[in-house]
């Protein structure tokens, strides 16, 4: 079923990750994506770095340590939280903002700035969207992580601002079929689906997210996305 999320609030079990991301929403409210504000110029801020993140939260819902899409775990000075954090002993994903410092120990950590939280997509097979519509968007880019975990993507949603507190829009992914090439790789084929659900479409907002694949079988994966030019198809190579 489609869940709808008054937030950008992902979440996972550290052992049940394929169980647990069937299909998130987006709900393109401005109100509703959550995002912590922090300062930008000079100063402590100057050196500022955004990072694609695994961010663990303990047991008092606080973000303790993040590991970045490069690889680098950093501990939190100081730990932190935000509204959109709702569970315990979980794992977020979202873009962290922070300044990289050394402490007296040498010992790398992050001093956060901010965090916005990332949907996170696990491919699901196409029944499960029968009554799902692929209205367009414009597609921006898609990249492979470097830890080869996932791989992100980044849209352009027409939206505006609306009065029912229901009205929102949705994206999902399906899995279409798996193709067997001649040198016996496999590719994944994927399709983008995207509900507009009535949302006007005043103006753009750019919106991240990411698709899982340590669990996946194939070697490649394609995601074909319906754009107001026509089809995009990306392919690129996951293992």
């Given at each position: 079923?489609?869940?709808p999320l008054k937030t950008f609030s992902m979440r996972y079990?550290?052992?049940?990750?394929?169980?647990?991301?069937?299909?998130?929403?987006?709900?393109?409210?401005l109100a509703a994506?959550?995002?912590?504000?922090?300062?930008?110029?000079?100063?402590?801020?100057?050196?500022?770095r955004a990072d694609f993140v695994e961010a663990h939260v303990n047991g008092d819902k606080r973000i303790d340590y993040v590991v970045t899409d490069d690889g680098d775990s950093l501990g939190t000075d100081p730990l932190f939280t935000t509204k959109a954090i709702e569970t315990a002993d979980t794992i977020?994903?979202?873009?962290?903002?922070?300044?990289?410092?050394k402490k007296n120990d040498g010992k790398n950590v992050a001093e956060v700035k901010g965090m916005?939280?990332?949907?996170?997509?696990?491919?699901?097979?196409?029944?499960v969207l029968e009554s799902m519509k692929q209205d367009p968007l414009s597609f921006e880019s898609i990249w492979l992580s470097r830890n080869k975990r996932f791989l992100n993507v980044s849209v352009i949603l027409k939206t505006g601002?609306?009065?029912?507190?229901?009205?929102?829009?949705?994206?999902?992914?399906?899995?279409?079929?798996v193709e067997e090439h001649d040198d016996g790789t496999k590719t994944l084929c994927c399709r983008l689906y995207h509900d507009q659900n009535?949302?006007?479409?005043y103006y753009s907002a750019q919106r991240y997210f990411s698709i899982p694949i340590r669990s996946l079988t194939a070697d490649s994966l394609r995601l074909t996305i319906k754009t107001y030019s026509g089809e995009t198809v990306k392919t690129l190579a996951i293992k």
């Open positions: 079923m489609l869940i079990s550290k052992s049940k990750l394929p169980r647990v991301f069937l299909i998130f929403c987006f709900v393109l409210l994506c959550e995002q912590d504000n922090y300062d930008k110029g000079e100063g402590t801020n100057s050196q500022m977020y994903r979202g873009i962290l903002y922070y300044n990289k410092v916005s939280l990332v949907p996170t997509l696990v491919p699901v097979p196409p029944t601002k609306v009065d029912e507190e229901d009205l929102y829009q949705t994206i999902a992914v399906a899995q279409d079929n009535n949302v006007p479409e």
